[in-house]
């Protein structure tokens, strides 16, 4: 019953679902954020632990199993690897549940940290309307820039764990028999460990591309608030005549769109 419980929470995380449970709001303080994404991550390495506990458990047993010659005493051990598979399954859903909430906290704070667009009211100039867009673009480009490296390293993460799961299994196969359930057995944390990180590494992998899609639009939406913020400076400055504002008019939407040409392109490349 728990166990379903734990699946359904997994498949219902959202939003909605996270803040209602950590009571967060739009004006929740940035520590308490923290605070609550720190104390998710703590519980992920305690039942990382435990996972790697009951593994040794259920290996151990296993081992005891064969070993055995009488069957009632095999019977009392398979009720014990059954036990020790019903708890890895719960923390197992544990862990995916904590997985999937750490994604949307951290996602949460991510967005919480880009700077957004000042809204010029009726006394505020354009010049310095333009200057704050300006700031605030070069703070967006900087947290891209750190979303691609951050993306880059845990690609690097993926395909490296992948390859050491790969060679652990043709190493496994190549020795074949009971030397190979040996070797397996000998070293189940190492697999379990690797598959942990393989399965973190894409979770944060679709993060990070969520992210970043999210940033470069809110890049592009910042740069056009910028260009038009431009234009309408210079209108008011000098006027121009009809010819001059419809060539200025063109040039700021071939600008506009081959930015936005960019930026999609770049967006395309990242989630490849």
Known sequence: MEQ????QQYQDCSYSSVTAKYKLHARSEPELLDRIVRDLENQKENLKEEM???RKLKVGAENLRNAMEKRRAAKEVNREIDTYERLLEEVQNKLAVNGAELLVLQHMRGCSQLPQAAAAGPAASPKSSSSQSATDGVGIEAHVAELQKQLAIEMKVKSGAERLLESLAAAAASTGGAVANSAAASSPDLVMQ???ELAQSRDKIAFLKNCLLRASQQQQQ??????QLAASATATEEPLSVEQQRVEELKH????????CDGAQKVAKALQ
């Open 52 to 54: 790697l506990r009951l």
């Open 253 to 260: 939407r071939i600008t506009v769109e081959w930015r936005l």
């Open 194 to 196: 690797v598959r942990l």
């Open 222 to 227: 910042q740069q056009q608030a910028t260009d």
């Open 4 to 7: 379903q419980q734990l699946q």
